[in-house]
């Protein structure tokens, strides 16, 4: 069912009508224009009147304490407002905290969306973007570029853990109680990315969703209805295209149907740069994504150029003031319905500098979420659960990496590797922790193990970092991207994660680990740590028990307290797990809802359900 529409709020209509009467052309585009920190001052905020500023990936101030952060937004705040002489318009700050605060030093990381998608709970879903909202509301920071509404159908694509499955109405359900709860929270929600991103052909970002209309509408587009309904404030167009034509550009998908059919009627925003592929001349690019009925424009860099060229277009009348004023109104309703008109500057609003970044409480939560996420695919000989007093061997490159654990958007855009950036508890931390006779591998590789010394050895492998087309999965001609920049125009061609699916190519250590390990006469039990499912025959052939960890985030202890059977596992896979072989056509390992526990009771579900062991 469409979403009901929103009811009008009279008094906001007045006060968005008296502040348009008294902008020019130049301010208005001012605050249709988004820059990053990095290339735009407070002072560039006071001339240009800027909506919004944000922080790409990993993009901080000072320090990157969340005071920082406060004095950043404050300064920017004050220059927004000025003294009087221009409109006073708030602006709004946005970052991508898409499993917690996760750009800040210290803050909470939660498992990435695919972890949570196999929780498949939503209460903790609420709990998680709670937390996610008061470690924003910290910082000062004011509206977050989440949640993504993606419905992943192949998990090549290196967007895979952002997305909560390939199950529409999971993400439905999710979508509406990460809205509510981080709105409820006071930090504007956005779902991104509209529309059909979780679709791309092949896996590729930023490529190309080929789909009739009533399959987009079923599977990519009716998740976003309840989020519609709760009220999220903002959405994020996608870098894709949907039948060969950019939705940056697509009239039918945002207007008529976002705007008009949906009755939405906040913000719509560009993804970063995502006009620049609507046409090699940027004035026509902009032209394309104004008229298509984008409001908002995230320019992180081109943004003088950007309110040239629109201004230059209204006045060659390409743009029409109607439309104009129409994205600033949803751009001050937005900033009206949030309550940005009547809060102080950043500093003395509640919940700002309460110093619950990454504190013990938040913590407690995301390890909660750590042990519902995990799924146990394979189990012989109950070798699980593990005895604490056992002489456990952990080992593997993914045992005590935290960054790995994390994944990317983590202090960084594309991710961290090791221990000295985040703040948290790795795998093999919260291992020592319960169990004190655990040792870790002293080369890291398993090549001291012993039977006579170790019971059991905890073999952590599984991918490194990476965010966006950077961990795609590509090969044969998806390696040559036709037309041209991707990813941002970063890179060209892009050098994907990797060509195969296969872990055993890929990352042929992890295989080389356990093997060494088993083949002395020391059971393995396998944690996976990958944003996605991986072909992994060969790595369940040679374990004794598998477990998939997803993206886990800082708080590594939750892995160790379901191994050591302090609770059990919960998980079920939230897309299904490919076999060796075409990952397209190929057969799967295991299918969707699929995953052991410990209580035979659990294992109801999976009973008739053939899996080949590699
Ligand atoms: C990302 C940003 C990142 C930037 C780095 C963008 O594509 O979305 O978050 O900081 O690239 O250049
Ligand atoms: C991503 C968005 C993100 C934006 C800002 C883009 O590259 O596609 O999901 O919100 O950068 O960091």
């Known amino acids: 069912m469409p979403p009901k529409r929103p009811k009008v709020n009279a008094e906001h209509e007045a006060i968005a009508t008296k502040l348009l009467e008294r902008m020019n052309l130049r301010q208005k585009i001012g605050q249709m224009t988004m820059a990053e920190r990095l290339s735009a001052e407070p002072d560039d905020v006071r001339r240009y009147g800027l909506g919004a500023v944000l922080s790409g990936g990993g993009s901080h101030p000072g320090d990157n304490a969340p005071d920082d952060w406060v004095r950043m937004n404050d300064e920017f705040w004050q220059a927004a407002m000025g003294d009087g002489d221009g409109p006073g318009i708030p602006i709004l700050y946005g970052c991508d905290a898409v499993h917690g ?119 990519h587009i009716a998740p976003y209805y309840p989020a519609l309904e709760a009220g999220v404030m903002t959405v994020m ?28 009627d906040g913000m719509v925003l560009s993804d970063w740069d995502g006009v620049n592929y ?43 003031t109607a439309r104009i004023d129409n994205a600033v109104r949803r751009i001050l309703r937005t900033k009206l319905r949030c309550g940005l008109f009547d809060r102080p500057r950043p500093s003395r609003r509640l919940g700002t500098g309460s110093g619950c970044t990454g504190c013990a409480e938040h913590r407690t939560v995301a390890r909660r979420a750590v042990r519902e996420s995990l799924v146990l695919l394979k189990n012989e000989r109950n070798l699980l659960p593990l005895k604490p007093e056992q002489r456990i061997l952990v080992a593997g490159k993914n045992a005590h990496n935290l960054g790995h654990q994390c994944g990317g958007w983590t202090r960084s855009w594309q991710g961290e590797t090791g221990n000295d950036t985040i703040a948290g508890t790795s795998i093999w931390e919260g291992m020592r922790e319960l169990a004190p006779n655990a040792r870790l591998s002293a080369g890291g590789d398993g090549g001291d193990a012993d039977p006579n010394e170790h019971d059991v050895a905890l073999v952590v492998i599984g991918e490194r970092p990476y965010a966006e087309g950077f961990g795609d999965i590509r090969s044969g001609d998806d390696l040559v991207v036709e037309g041209g920049s991707m ?17 055993a190519e890929t990352h042929p250590e992890d295989l080389a680990c356990i093997r060494r390990i088993s083949e002395k006469g020391v059971p393995v039990v396998v944690v996976l740590v990958s944003g996605r499912p991986l072909a992994v025959g060969r790595e369940l052939a040679a374990s004794a028990a598998f477990v998939a960890a997803w993206l886990p985030g800082s708080e590594g202890r939750g892995v160790a307290e379901v191994l050591l059977g302090m609770g059990d596992f919960q998980g079920r896979l939230p897309l299904p797990w490919p076999g060796d072989g075409d990952p397209a056509g190929g057969e799967m390992q295991f299918p969707g809802g699929f995953g052991l526990s410990y209580s035979p009771a659990a294992f109801d579900n999976v009973v008739g359900l053939n899996y080949k062991a590699g």
Not at 283 to 296: E, F, P, Q
Not at 488 to 497: A, C, K, V
Request: proline content about 3%; charged content about 25%; glycine content about 12%.
């Open 278 to 320: 609507l046409d090699e001349d940027y004035g026509t690019a902009i032209r394309l994504s104004v008229n298509a009925g984008l409001d908002m424009f995230m320019v992180p860099e081109r943004w003088r150029e950007f309110i040239d060229a629109l201004e230059a277009q209204v006045r060659l009348g390409h743009v029409s």
């Open 487 to 503: 990813v941002n125009g970063l890179m060209n061609p892009l050098e994907p994660y990797a060509r195969s699916l296969e872990l």
């Open 237 to 264: 167009v996608s870098f894709n295209s949907w039948n060969g034509e950019k939705c940056h550009g697509h009239r039918f998908l945002v207007t008529e149907l976002l705007k008009e059919r949906l009755g939405f």
């Open 101 to 219: 605060n996760n750009n800040v030093q210290g803050a909470t990381v939660f498992p990435h969306n695919i972890g949570l998608g196999a929780a498949g709970d939503a209460g903790l879903v609420a709990e998680a973007a709670r937390i996610t909202a008061r470690e924003m509301l910290d910082s000062g920071l004011d509206w977050n570029f989440a949640p993504t509404l993606a419905v992943v159908q192949d998990c090549r694509w290196g967007r895979t853990y952002e997305s909560f499955g390939n199950d529409p109405q999971r993400v439905a359900s999710f979508g509406r109680h990460y809205v509510e709860a981080l709105q409820g929270e006071g930090i504007v929600g956005c779902v991104k990315h509209w529309a059909g991103d979780g679709g791309t052909r092949n896996g590729m970002d930023q490529g190309e969703t080929t789909l009739p209309w009533e399959e987009l509408e079923r599977t």
